[in-house]
């Protein structure tokens, strides 16, 4: 399905002036033939449209296309999908609205398709599907795979044998797993209800929006936890993030809260980006608590240390 170049006809307007000097001359309104050239155009359109009908050039081969995202992620699950609304419907004649909007309805069908805008139709043979796609903000361990999962809570496709990778940074993982068992494991369109899951969705979020995917690559993969209310020293808050490396971050409470006295996440989240060595090197700490203003940072006896 070919996108072609888009382009406007631009009926231009005449000036005051040469509106005037026509009036005065007693000639012919400037409006008159724009008029007629107006008419004109739309009946060799509409000649044109009848012809291209008629010689079959009207249909849309659905097999032809192209998929435009820009710098949005949409990995090959997601294509694949698409794929085969698209070959399923092998070709369609631009006049017939219902079984476009009857791949419209399909099309939002889909996990990751968060909104389709009404199609745009090009003669005599393009056709345009302007989708809004939902963005991955972090995953989840179903089994022994992983699904995505966008910032609403809504799980995409896409199933894979470790964490996303999304523009060169793993996705963190929502957990504990264990808060997926009473409902059952999660399946593409489904939504998460756990309100742990949904509070370490929030970390997960806040993590996207103040760090750049290098910034998030120095993490490495990690799960995010909100299931406990209170920290280990009993102080309220007690979302933590567990790094590989048996490492852990005390994050505090849920971005949002509006909790008198809590850090800005943005501080939260340049503190821990400056505990870890920008060349990528291991972190010789194995607690971080980034609660207060003075990260505490505790580090591991070196080796050889008798401590």
């Known amino acids: 399905m070919g996108l072609p170049t888009r382009s406007k006809l631009g009926l231009g307007r005449a000036s005051r002036t040469e509106r005037d000097a026509a009036g005065r001359r007693g000639g012919v309104p400037a409006w008159v033939p724009m008029l007629l050239l107006a008419i004109g155009f739309v009946y060799v359109l509409h000649e044109l449209q009848d012809s291209a009908k008629q010689h079959g050039v009207g249909r849309v081969d659905t097999t032809r296309y192209r998929i435009h995202t820009g710098p949005l992620y949409f990995g090959d699950a997601w294509r694949n999908r698409l794929e085969r609304i698209l070959r399923r419907t092998e070709s369609i004649d631009l006049a017939d609205t219902a079984a476009i909007e009857q791949i419209v309805d399909e099309l939002k069908t889909l996990s990751f398709v968060e909104d389709v805008r009404p199609p745009e139709v090009h003669w005599p043979d393009g056709l345009i599907f302007d989708i809004q ?23 995409l496709a896409g199933y894979s044998y470790a964490p996303h990778e999304i523009y060169g940074a793993w996705l963190p993982i929502l957990g504990p797993t264990e808060r997926l068992v009473p409902t059952g494991p999660p399946g593409p369109g489904d939504r998460i209800e756990d309100p742990a899951l949904l509070d370490a969705l929030k970390v997960a979020g806040s993590m996207q929006r103040n760090l750049v995917p290098s910034e998030q690559k120095l993490l490495g993969r990690i799960v995010i936890d909100a299931s406990s209310p209170n920290a280990p020293d009993g102080l309220p808050g007690g979302v933590h993030i567990d790094l590989e490396g048996k490492r852990r971050i005390l994050f505090g409470r849920v971005p949002g809260s509006g909790d008198p006295g809590e850090l800005p996440v943005q501080t939260k989240w340049r503190a821990i980006v400056d505990a870890f060595d920008p060349e990528g090197g291991e972190p010789t700490w194995d607690l971080l608590d980034v609660r207060f203003d003075v990260p505490v940072i505790h580090y591991r006896p070196e080796k050889g240390d008798g401590s």
């Not at 939902?134 to 809504?154: K, M, S, Y």
């Open 133 to 155: 796609l939902r963005e991955p903000a972090a995953c989840i361990r179903v089994g022994d795979d992983f699904l995505p999962v966008a910032d609403d809570g809504v799980v």
